[in-house]
């Protein structure tokens, strides 16, 4: 079946520092791809996506780039603030309600 | 435009007790899932629907029920609680004909069973 896998966390960087969050996934077919994300006390808010292979999604610094060779959508952003502390998740849509989605990696950027 | 709103925010249960978590949205969104946030293990799918009258079970359904009689409102009914559904619950909605622009979610229930 589906799979998502994320680096395991927490990853604790210091402001503007450089962020990868490794994301891989097993799925046939040709699925779309997100990264959510997940303030404390909040539900989950679609950060960007990509719907097709090549494609790059990015918002608010954040981009990812969907690589159907190495089966990857790995998240980066080139400097990093307090206020991205958070916890990011990647995942997968095959289908109109087939979702599945990684365990989530934690963030903490200290000043 | 509220999106999804889930009632309540917080919630403690005595095992064997019953509650219904509710969702409502107002965006006229056909598909709406229930999902169980635990540590470690991601989000799950519990019940989906995709349209008044019709659900459907998915990941991890059991100790739960649902129904969709409105296109607005899908609530999550547990039956008797366990400690083991001690979790935060998140409902998500999705346009049909978009699923592929993501989902929207609710801000969640915490859910505690002692």
């Known amino acids: 079946g589906d799979s998502v896998t994320q680096m395991e966390g927490p990853v604790t960087l210091s402001e503007e520092a450089f962020l990868t969050i490794n994301c891989t996934y097993t799925a046939t077919g040709y699925p779309s791809l997100f990264w959510y994300v997940q303030y404390p006390g909040e539900g989950l808010q679609l950060l960007l996506k990509?719907?097709?292979?090549?494609d790059k999604g990015s918002n608010k610094g954040f981009e990812a780039t969907y690589r159907k060779e190495t089966t990857s959508f790995h998240l980066e952003k080139g400097s990093v603030q307090v206020s991205d502390s958070a916890v990011y998740f990647c995942?997968?849509?095959?289908?109109?309600?087939?979702?599945?989605f990684g365990t989530g990696t934690k963030l903490q950027v200290i000043p | 435009n509220a999106g999804v709103t889930q009632t309540p925010k917080f919630q403690v249960l005595k095992t064997g007790q019953s509650m219904t978590l509710q969702c409502a949205q107002d965006m006229n969104h056909e598909y709406m899932s229930w999902y169980r946030q635990d540590p470690g293990m991601g989000l799950r799918l519990i019940h989906y629907?995709?349209?008044?009258?019709?659900?459907d079970q998915g990941e991890v359904p059991n100790g739960y029920n649902v129904s969709r009689s409105t296109t607005e409102d899908f609530p999550l009914r547990l039956l008797s609680a366990a400690p083991s559904q001690t979790s935060v619950y998140f409902c998500?909605?999705?346009?049909?004909?978009?699923?592929?622009?993501?989902?929207?979610f609710g801000s969640g229930t915490r859910l505690t069973v002692v």
């Open positions: 990509a719907t097709k292979a090549d």
């Open positions: 995942a997968l849509i095959r289908g109109y309600q087939k979702v599945t």
């Open positions: 998500a909605i999705s346009d049909r004909g978009r699923a592929n622009y993501g989902y929207t």
């Open positions: 629907s995709v349209g008044a009258g019709i659900t």
